[in-house]
């Protein structure tokens, strides 16, 4: 079966410092792979999604920034943090092709604070 | 950019009520999927609509697609305090990311 675990689960930061938040996929190859933020109680806003290593489409500008690596890494980052970054981050995975490919499953989540 | 209407926004009940909840939109999709997030975690998949006018089942949940394809319900029925959570609909076309409702927080008071 599939799994997507996502890391660190908890993450306090500075502003100004650097961010990396990874996420992997197992049991499945070629994934989609999205990266979304949640502020506290709201609604899931898309970061960016990638249906293939190196190939990275970005939703809204702003302060992040995603990488594939890997066919089943994804990783967002940052190089100088903002407080307006905090929130829950999710990744989320679905399997490619055209029906399939809508239903995501999400990850555990991860949540950064910026002080 | 395309947009649901979820609503409510939010709901408190009683445990043992029945619940009800829809999303909408101005297009049409092909797809109507429905999540659960429980407070800090993950969103988890309750039910997948493909087909206009499919009405499935899971446990005390029911959802259906509309047959307009601009609609989706979700109803729960015997609410129970694990059900709280915030609820999300989801719509999609083709290979394209979903777009998600902005959600309808559920209070169960036991």
């Known amino acids: 079966s599939q799994t997507i675990h996502q890391w660190p689960a908890t993450l306090v930061q500075p502003v100004g410092s650097p961010l990396s938040l990874e996420c992997t996929v197992e049991?499945?190859?070629?994934?989609?792979l999205y990266w979304y933020r949640q502020a506290a109680g709201r609604g899931l806003q898309l970061l960016f999604y990638?249906?293939?290593?190196?190939?990275i489409s970005s939703e809204v500008p702003q302060n992040l920034s995603a990488s594939r690596p890997q066919d089943r890494q994804f990783i967002l980052s940052s190089k100088k943090l903002l407080l307006s970054d905090s929130g829950f981050y999710l990744c989320?995975?679905?399997?490619?092709?055209?029906?399939?490919?809508?239903?995501?499953?999400f990850g555990e989540g991860s949540w950064l604070t910026v002080v | 950019g395309q947009q649901l209407n979820q609503s409510p926004q939010s709901m408190f009940i009683q445990e043992g009520e029945d619940v009800s909840m829809n999303c909408t939109s101005s297009?049409?999709?092909?797809?109507w999927l429905w999540y659960k997030q429980d407070p800090g975690e993950g969103p988890v998949l309750l039910i997948a609509?493909?087909?206009?006018?499919e009405l499935t089942s899971n446990g005390r949940l029911t959802a259906q697609f509309g047959i307009t394809r601009k609609d989706s319900f979700l109803n729960i029925s015997a609410s129970i305090p694990s059900d709280v959570g915030i609820y999300f609909c989801?719509?999609?076309?083709?290979?394209?990311?979903?777009?998600f409702g902005k959600g309808t927080r559920l209070s169960v008071i036991a």
């Open positions: 989320a995975w679905s399997a490619s092709g055209r029906r399939s490919g809508n239903t995501i499953y």
């Open positions: 989801a719509v999609g076309a083709g290979n394209t990311p979903l777009v």
């Open positions: 609509l493909y087909k206009a006018g």
């Open positions: 990638s249906v293939g290593i190196g190939q």
């Open positions: 297009s049409i999709f092909n797809t």
């Open positions: 049991g499945t190859s070629n994934p989609n």
